[in-house]
């Protein structure tokens, strides 16, 4: 299957500080990308929907200036999570399908990335 | 509102009993679903979807619009069956996925 690579796997920052994570498609176009927020032992929480060359669609309760979506090319998205607080410490998951000749395309996803705001 | 429910947190079953992780879902329209499955420290990969109708690593699941459900099946589980599953609905001619909250599968020896 197509691989989708997260960056950084972990990361621990100070409180007020801004983190960014990048998501890439290595070995295919990644039309629409997806990022999510996992909190320990619950499911996987939709944050924003992302096309390539368009702002991001947010969902409901997420707050578009904390969370700054950027997905500038067909194989690159970035999640910006500003002034930090120690309650957005998570788990952020991100997921891409793929451009292709299939009606149905399959989500790849990330490996995750684990934020720990101190 | 599109939601998907598995009410089983964990399933714990012997190795070859049969297993069956539970999905509902409630949707006004014609959903896509699938299974997704975690294995330890991996990422979420796909394991089947509806429209398929296939069967990976034994596993099964049939789309029952009367009842809602899309229960994974699988008739003898092995140890490396191990993971957290999770069922997710996607609308139709969309691309967005709502995961229900995942249950546990532990087999034992």
């Known amino acids: 299957g197509a691989v989708v690579s997260q960056h950084p796997s972990r990361v621990i920052c100070k409180s007020g500080t801004s983190v960014k994570i990048e998501c890439r498609s290595l070995?295919?176009?990644?039309?629409?990308m997806f990022w999510y927020r996992q909190f320990p032992k619950q499911s996987l929480m939709l944050m924003a929907t992302?096309?390539?060359?368009?702002?991001?669609?947010?969902e409901q309760g997420v707050e578009k200036d904390k969370f700054l979506i950027n997905h500038a090319s067909l194989t690159l998205s970035t999640l910006t999570v500003t002034s930090a607080h120690p309650e957005d410490s998570s788990f952020y998951i991100c997921?891409?399908?793929?451009?292709?000749?299939?009606?149905?395309?399959?989500?790849?996803f990330g490996q995750g990335t684990r934020l720990t705001v101190v | 509102a599109q939601r998907v429910t598995q009410p089983e947190k964990l399933l714990s079953v012997f190795k070859g009993a049969p297993v069956e992780l539970k999905c509902n879902y409630s949707?006004?329209?014609?959903?896509?679903l699938f299974w997704y499955v975690q294995y330890s420290r991996q990422r979420l990969q796909l394991l089947l979807r509806?429209?398929s109708r296939e069967s990976i690593k034994g596993f099964t699941a049939d789309l029952n619009k009367g009842e809602t459900s899309f229960h994974l099946k699988k008739p003898f589980a092995q140890e490396e069956d191990s993971a957290m599953y999770y069922c997710?609905?996607?609308?139709?001619?969309?691309?967005?996925?709502?995961f229900g909250t995942g249950t546990r599968l532990l087999v034992s020896p």
């Open positions: 997921s891409a399908t793929s451009r292709g000749p299939r009606e149905h395309t399959e989500a790849f």
């Open positions: 070995d295919f176009q990644a039309t629409t």
């Open positions: 992302s096309n390539e060359g368009s702002k991001a669609t947010y």
């Open positions: 949707y006004s329209g014609s959903p896509e």
């Open positions: 509806h429209i």
């Open positions: 997710a609905l996607r609308n139709t001619g969309f691309q967005k996925l709502v």
